[in-house]
């Protein structure tokens, strides 16, 4: 059985300050939850102090994107390298915004895919599909795109650390949220992808994840679906309370 994820995305949300905060309510909430791991993608300025402040709890912290290479010439960027140095475990990969604001391309992601694999980073890839490709009957193929584009010659032994988030673009911070069945099916079009293109194996043990919207009230229908294995939480996640309340969802 694959363990579920409950991942919390702040964006561009919360200085250092506002971070230990809501960690001061939020982790006495989860103390003891060992059902789900729980993941959090703080700002970047606040990434190595809640790193320190989740130290020996159920939580782990990741970074929102790098860079693919160590060091360079990159103004702004962040490398594998400086994550892991500060104990970073995760790192989200193609999220839309990126691909929508800062022209990050599939053939990127796969560059950083690889190489948070390589500095034992676990990404964390995210696809999903315009309201256009949705209306026009495209989910499907936008997902396979992607999926070629951002594992491109990922070795089968690269690929079992991979985690999956699909959220479809049209539903992200909207309100409007993939009924059950629609993201179960998206969620299965990605597991039988990953099954020819690695195995049954790393199919059957990859966690997928959902976002877009995802609130408390809908978050026990989600995952409670076959294929789905857990919930990347973007706005909802900022209050603790709430957050806490997802991750402890009723089953």
Known sequence: MRKKISAAHWKMFKNTKESLAFLDEFLPAIAGHDRDD???????????????????????????????????????????????????????????????????SYEHVNLKLKAAIAHDLIPVLCLGEMLADR??????????????????????????????????????????????????????????????????????ATRILYGGSVKPDNVSSLLCMPNIDGALIGGASLDPGALAAMVKYKI
């Open 135 to 204: 209306q026009t009957g495209y989910t499907k193929d936008t997902l396979l795109a992607q999926m070629g584009a951002a594992l491109a010659n990922l070795p089968t032994e690269k690929a079992q650390t991979l985690v999956i988030a699909y959220e479809p673009v049209w539903a992200i911070g909207t309100g409007s949220t993939a009924t059950p069945e629609a993201a179960d099916q998206a969620h299965a079009i990605i597991r039988d992808d990953l099954k020819n293109r690695f195995g049954p194996v790393v199919a059957s």
């Open 38 to 104: 729980i993941l959090i993608f703080p700002t970047a300025t606040s990434l190595s102090t809640v790193i320190d402040r989740v130290q020996d709890t159920n939580v782990r912290a990741g970074a929102q994107t790098m860079h693919w290479l160590n060091e360079g010439p990159f103004t702004g960027q962040t490398s594998p390298t400086m994550l892991t140095s500060i104990g970073t475990t995760h790192v989200l990969l193609g999220h839309s915004e990126r691909r929508l604001y800062a022209n990050e």
